[in-house]
């Protein structure tokens, strides 16, 4: 059902709101799951960076044209997010070749040479959006592209790293971000306050004109469409999981639930016209019926302590009957005239 949104709220709020079901379809796709769980074949994950690669080559440059525009202009910051730079040194280490030749590896060649539908179709909207006279709906890209490598991605980074062993952190600088306004790398909490800058700079690009904020709104559920018709065309892991024991972190995207809890910040309190309430990442019920393992292990405890003691009593076998009947009317007796 669709939901009602105030469109004098800010693009940052409208964004969140807006893109809540799209979100929550993407990170629920098989796809989607091989990807965060770390299934992919070494292969078919560096098939996944290069079209992601032409992806982020295609609005990157798109955003380059438009630098001075002033809808993308307050986010305009290629050194800090740029990642286009970041996927063709990764695909490089992966296949282990030099960077400038990887495009010519049999991988790549076959993806260009037929690409899937889902991705020209990927790529032809963001070229489309570049060559208009409005680009201001490229914003609605970069915030699903970037807020999700910030979020999401990080999750995918810790997973990856064990899964194709690069705890070097070699062939995961995609994932990796420069600290705002300086140069060293981002911690979680350095990626939160780039994620506050961001949201801040859409709300001054697109300000209070409600027209804009509908278009960018359409375009960025237009955006996970065309992310979620990535997932769609990966392959099927050779060794897929037997056993899901955690639920898949949202690949892409404003986070609906963070994959780290983080620290408040000023920017993020009550009093913000900005903040968030705290969100709720994974909450396990009880199934109705069933019952706590500590419970079962105690009852099983005191079942067995009570007839240790009642073998150690004597109050077994046919001369126990007796003795436990005179202890019973002992302790009836006790208790009657202490009343």
């Known amino acids: 059902m669709a939901s009602i949104l105030d469109l004098s709220e800010p693009i940052a709020v409208l964004l969140r709101k807006g893109t809540a079901d799209a979100h929550e379809k993407a990170e629920h796709s098989e796809g989607a799951a091989w990807l965060t769980r770390g299934e992919l074949d070494r292969e078919e994950y560096v098939r996944f960076l290069m079209m992601l690669y032409h992806v982020y080559d295609t609005f990157e440059r798109g955003l380059d044209r438009h630098a001075s525009h002033s809808v993308l202009q307050p986010t305009y910051n290629p050194n800090l997010l740029a990642r286009t730079s970041n996927l063709s040194a990764d695909i490089a280490h992966l296949l282990q070749t030099p960077e400038p030749s990887w495009k010519s ?18 790529i032809t909207r963001l070229q489309t959006l570049a060559d208009s006279s409005d680009p201001s709906p490229l914003l609605a890209h970069a915030y699903v592209r970037y807020l ?127 903040g968030e309430a705290p969100k709720v990442v994974f909450e396990v019920k009880e199934p109705e019926g ?48 202490s009343g």
């Open 290 to 337: 069933s019952y706590r393992i500590s419970a079962v292990i105690a009852l099983i405890v005191a079942l067995s302590l009570a007839h240790f003691l009642l073998v150690l009593g004597g109050f077994t076998g046919s001369n126990g009957a007796g003795k436990l009947e005179a202890f019973q009317h002992w302790l009836r007796t006790t208790f009657s005239s």
């Open 148 to 274: 999700g490598d910030l979020s999401g991605g990080q999750f995918i980074r810790r997973r990856l790293a064990k899964v194709y062993e690069l705890e070097d952190g070699a062939g995961l600088t995609f994932y990796e971000f420069k600290q705002l306004g300086g140069s060293g790398s981002s911690t979680m909490g350095d990626m939160k306050k780039i994620k506050e800058w961001y949201r801040d700079g859409m709300n001054a690009g697109v300000g209070d004109d409600q027209d804009l904020k509908a278009r960018i709104l359409e375009e960025a559920n237009i955006a996970f469409e065309l992310n979620s018709g990535l997932f769609t065309i990966l392959r099927a892991p050779s060794n897929p999981s037997i056993m899901i024991t955690s639920p898949a972190a949202p690949p892409l995207g404003e986070p609906l639930t963070p994959v780290e809890s983080e620290s408040p910040t000023p920017s993020s309190s009550p009093s913000s016209p900005l």
């Open 105 to 122: 590896h049999p991988v790549h060649v076959e993806l260009t040479s037929t690409p899937p539908q889902q991705l020209k179709d990927y």
